[in-house]
């Protein structure tokens, strides 16, 4: 996955103010979505209310039990257009500003310092505001993160295909949401995208989107080769929320492919491409 990039407010605000009209009914939709959110859950508080507390998902059972309860980096852009983050304990409860005008990402990046992982190499979580909001919370989930991340992406392609064109209407705000999330239960959808959606390259999947429009096709996986490695048999836990743990009665062989992924034994670490390999001992 690539690095997480965060665009600043006056990218979107631009592209908002472009049009008064269209941009006065964007946010009024924003705001229906929030106003039938407090009904449906019972909530008397202002929908108006940027404050939203984070509720997280459970950890995958694979994860908690080889590496235990992990530290979490909270990435979002407040109702003020910066570039926020926080570092927490556990998924220790935590209060973020959100603007209400546009939709919006939160991505919640899990990390364990104690046994040298740092955030960034497992996958996040996350949610896309305001379709996760339930009362005053925003719920966090595994298939948030990779709608976060895709979030993240398209406003970075949309940033470099704007400066080269000073033309492309993309934003990530004017992406059809509701409709993307019913793909990850599409039977026509690749099967093996579906069951786990972080084989896919959603970098190049971003730019494709900018450059000329979305395509469900191109939800498929990267292509993969098998890489033997002379390490311990496993179980051998992917970075990933949705994959499975692989165990070799036979001599190791990995899917492996261009850029680099990371393995996790009770022994250590394991980083890997297609070219090259290396073990970390705890």
Known sequence: MAPILFVSDTIFSKKLMQNGFSRHIYSMKILIILCLAAVLT???ESPLDSKFALEFPPLPQDWETMLGSPHWQVEWIND????????????????INLAQTWTNAVIALPFWPEKNISKGVFR???AIFPYDVNGRCLVL??????????YYELAAAYKKENNATGNVPRLPQYFDWPRFRQLFDDPTVNDDFRE???TADWQNIAERIVQSGFDKRRLVPEDRSSLAIN????PWVGTSPFSFPLFF????????????????S?????????????????
Do not use: H, M, Y
């Not at 390490?231 to 496993?234: E, M, P």
């Not at 009665?249 to 996790?264: G, K, L, M, N």
């Open 196 to 198: 786990d959606p972080w």
């Open 124 to 126: 996040p979580a996350g």
């Open 249 to 264: 009665e036979d001599a190791p062989v990995f899917p492996v492919r261009a850029v680099t992924d990371t393995w996790v």
């Open 141 to 150: 989930s595994w298939q948030g993160g990779v709608e976060a991340v895709l």
């Open 80 to 95: 003020k257009g910066q570039k926020k983050s926080v570092v927490l304990a556990n998924s220790n409860r935590i209060e």
């Open 231 to 234: 390490v311990n048999s496993g």
């Open 42 to 44: 019972g909530c008397s």
């Open 266 to 282: 009770n022994e250590g670490l394991l980083r890997c491409n297609a070219q090259a390999w290396i073990f970390l001992e705890f």
